[in-house]
């Protein structure tokens, strides 16, 4: 009866290890799953990044360019203006 009790005791608690044990591989699974999802976002937004930093830096080339275009412009018609004015 004793011998009973222990082996019953025993296979109770088994159970409740294996079922913490399948809790905690489910809980682990998701948390793996999640870390997945956030690597292949983050990636997905570095790529985004990079491509966001290459069209600002074609567009600061371009507006550089137009900003000389005009100086060049405001001194032509500087001179115009003293070759009038003279």
Do not use: H, P
């Not at 990044?49 to 074609?58: C, F, I, P, W, Y």
């Amino acid at each position: 009866m004793l011998l009973d009790t222990y082996v019953l005791c025993s296979w109770v608690r088994q159970v409740f290890f294996l079922q913490g044990a399948m809790k905690t591989a489910k809980y682990r699974k998701r948390c793996f799953d999640q870390i997945e999802g956030i690597v292949a976002e983050n990636k997905a937004l570095s790529v985004e990044v990079d491509r966001l930093r290459s069209e600002v830096g074609e567009k600061v080339a371009e507006m550089s360019a137009q900003e000389e275009r005009r100086l060049e412009l405001t001194r032509r018609l500087a001179d115009q203006y003293r070759q009038r004015t003279v």
